[in-house]
């Protein structure tokens, strides 16, 4: 369940980055964040 869990926390993370660079147009908005720098 555990490993769901986390499949389930990335994809949301995905969909959060990806609706929030089509909003903005770009994706250049993520380019201060690094994967590890996020917390999901």
């Known amino acids: ?3 769901l869990q986390q499949t389930m926390d ?3 993370h ?3 980055y990806y609706k929030t ?3 903005a147009g770009t ?3 993520h380019k201060k964040d ?3 720098n ?3």
């Open 1 to 3: 369940m555990e490993e």
């Open 10 to 12: 990335l994809i949301n």
């Open 14 to 16: 995905k969909c959060h």
């Open 21 to 23: 660079a089509l909003e």
């Open 27 to 29: 994706e250049d908005i």
């Open 34 to 36: 690094k994967i590890g």
């Open 38 to 40: 996020n917390v999901f």
